[in-house]
């Protein structure tokens, strides 16, 4: 049974920095594609950055520079370092794997329960 399991949300205060870990188990291989959402309150979900099993990351645009996507097939886990944080990226973060490079949620077959963010002003 495959899962994924995120970590490292919490509470901060604007302009600080998180990291945050999804390990997905359960696989067979290195997931091909392991992405980053999140989902604010009453807000649908939107992707952040996709990271395929070699290399390539695509980042939305809304990004800016400040969220830095990795992976470590090893093992397994997808990061995602978090940097200049604000009140507007408070939100659920969850990470999910697809068989193709996307960033849209319905090309993504399995999530994470994903972790919460709340970045204070």
């Known amino acids: 049974q495959v899962q994924l399991v995120e970590s490292g949300g919490d509470s901060v205060q604007a302009g600080g920095s998180l990291r945050l870990s999804c390990a997905a188990s359960?696989?067979?291989?290195?997931?091909?594609?392991m992405a980053w959402f999140r989902q604010k309150a009453g807000k649908e979900r939107e992707g952040i950055a996709a990271?395929?099993?070699?290399?390539?990351?695509y980042y939305a645009d809304f990004m800016k520079g400040r969220f830095t996507a990795s992976r470590d097939n090893a093992k397994s886990t997808l990061y995602l370092q978090m940097n200049s944080l604000q009140p507007d990226d408070t939100a659920m973060y969850y990470c999910?794997?697809?068989?193709?490079?996307?960033?849209?949620?319905?090309?993504?077959?399995?999530w994470g329960q994903g972790t919460q963010v709340t970045v204070s002003s």
């Open positions: 999910a794997v697809s068989r193709v490079f996307s960033l849209r949620p319905q090309d993504f077959d399995d």
């Open positions: 359960g696989y067979n291989n290195s997931p091909y594609c």
């Open positions: 990271v395929v099993s070699y290399g390539a990351t």
